[in-house]
Every structure is written in C-alpha cells, then in structure tokens.
C-alpha cells in the first residue's frame, strides 16, 4: 500500500511540475526550486503545528 501512495504522490508532483512549465512558462530550474521551497513551507508547518 506505501508503494502506491507514493506512486499516486509522485505523480501529483509530477503533474504541478509539469503544469507549472506548460502553463506559467518557467523553466525546469525555476520549476524545481518552487517545488523545493514548497515542501520546505510544507514540512515547516507540519512540524510547528506539533508543538
């Protein structure tokens, strides 16, 4: 079952990425950086919301 919830996740990923390139026109660097700081906003809310 964890393998298909990261097959379904990894594909979400890759579907905002690749919407992000045809849509909004950045570039694939452009495109990684948003998805890093993304997950990095993410994660930070996750972790603050268990203090």
Do not use: N, Y
Not at 6 to 32: N, S
Request: overall charge neutral; aromatic content about 6%.
């Amino acid at each position: 079952m964890q393998f298909l919830w990261a097959f379904v996740i990894g594909g979400l990923i890759c579907v905002i990425g690749q919407i992000l390139m045809d849509v909004v026109k950045l570039t694939p660097a452009h495109t990684m950086s948003s998805l890093v700081v993304a997950g990095a906003s993410q994660m930070d809310l996750v972790c603050m919301s268990r203090l």
